[in-house]
């Protein structure tokens, strides 16, 4: 069972415009959520996260928002720029413990 | 800081031969995670230590696949024999898990391609 799912598998975008992804899950257990970022034939890497005690944490361009009751939170780029271009991750867990669990991943396509 | 370390980047290898896949962790890090990454279930753990202990297998798909940390600065997992099912991107990750979840500092993973 997937306890984290990113529904849309890719997603493109023009430079300067807003980039939206979504992800959803469905364990009540998870408080803390994190997106990543993977270029092609490198490792994920740590972007931005958020504790289930708050609803928006920004860092820059990279904003991610928490919607708790609908279990759902987002990532939202602004501006986006064509070095974005990659695959995004979303995880989630739990602070009583230190693994995460992923999502499928949703590839970003920024056109310049 | 040099990062987690995986070696070797690449591996291609016959069905029915044993592989083996090492990482490296970033120094003072108290966690280290396994992670397989497939087109078709995306990025899933298969084992995470914590201080040399493992903590959690359950993603370990079969008895073929076994992983140790003798050290802190060491992990190797392996697979015998290995089969085509086990092609794949495996990357270690660690973490410095004092409080709470922490962000995983991932390696840049080793191919394998096992025919």
């Known amino acids: 069972d997937q306890q984290v799912k990113q529904n849309s598998p890719s997603l493109s975008v023009q430079e300067g415009r807003i980039s939206i992804l979504n992800c959803d899950y469905t364990?009540?257990?998870?408080?803390?959520f994190l997106w990543y970022k993977k270029y092609p034939a490198e490792g994920p890497t740590f972007l931005i996260s958020?504790?289930?005690?708050?609803d928006k944490n920004e860092d820059g361009r990279f904003t991610v928002f928490l919607n708790k009751s609908a279990k759902h939170l987002s990532l939202h780029i602004v501006p986006s720029q064509p070095g974005d271009s990659a695959v995004y991750f979303c995880?989630?867990?739990?602070?009583?413990?230190?693994?995460?669990?992923f999502g499928g991943g949703t590839r970003v396509l920024v056109k310049p | 800081d040099a990062g987690v370390i995986q070696s070797p980047r690449h591996e291609v290898t016959e069905m029915g031969q044993e592989v083996t896949l090492r990482c490296k962790p970033i120094?003072?890090?108290?966690?280290l995670f396994w992670y397989r990454q497939t087109m078709m279930r995306g990025l899933e753990l298969l084992i995470y230590f914590n201080n040399n202990v493992p903590i959690d297998d359950s993603g370990m798909p079969e008895d073929r696949f076994s992983a140790k940390m003798p050290n802190a600065s060491f992990s190797t997992l392996k697979i015998q024999p290995s089969e085509p099912r086990d092609s794949a991107v495996y990357f270690c990750a660690s973490s410095l898990g004092a409080k709470g979840v922490s962000p995983l500092h991932f390696g840049n993973g080793t191919r394998l391609t096992v025919t």
């Open positions: 958020i504790s289930s005690i708050k």
């Open positions: 364990n009540s257990m998870f408080d803390y």
């Open positions: 995880a989630a867990g739990k602070s009583a413990g230190n693994k995460l669990t």
């Open positions: 120094s003072g890090h108290d966690y």
